[in-house]
Nanobody, 123 residues
Framework: QVQLVESGGGLVQAGGSLRLSCAAS????????MGWFRQAPGKEREFVAG????????YYADSVKGRATISRDNAKNTVSLQMISLKPEDTALYFC????????????????WGRGTQVTVSA
């Protein structure tokens, strides 16, 4: 069992940056691939970024490529998402997710989810 708690969301102006963090508790974090997803009102949950258990493989959605960096610290059981050049269309509830696999996936095929942290980008 893995429990996930996101933090770092907030209100930011377009062009600004945010760093989202996800703290994991429970066993096997270091062997879980991790991902970030987001869901805007009235829209489906979408993949943002994913990272493998050791951090050597990273995936990004085209919409954030070049503006987002996912990283993890297995010693601290944390995964982070740094986003720059934020746009109003980045406004969403951001979720951290863990997958019982060494590699991430871009689909919502993750076994554990946090409750999300809200990111709002004003124009």
């Amino acid at each position: 069992q893995v429990q996930l708690v996101e933090s770092g969301g907030g209100l930011v102006q377009a062009g600004g940056s945010l760093r989202l963090s996800c703290a994991a508790s429970g066993r096997s974090f270091s062997t879980n691939a991790m991902g970030w997803f987001r869901q805007a009102p009235g829209k489906e949950r979408e993949f943002v970024a994913g990272i493998s258990w050791h951090g050597s493989t990273r995936y990004y959605a085209d919409s954030v490529k070049g503006r987002a960096t996912i990283s993890r610290d297995n010693a601290k059981n944390t995964v982070s998402l740094q986003m720059i050049s934020l746009k109003p269309e980045d406004t969403a509830l951001y979720f951290c997710a863990a997958r019982s696999s060494l590699l991430p996936t871009t689909t919502p095929d993750y076994h554990y989810w946090g409750r999300g942290t809200q990111v709002t980008v004003s124009a």
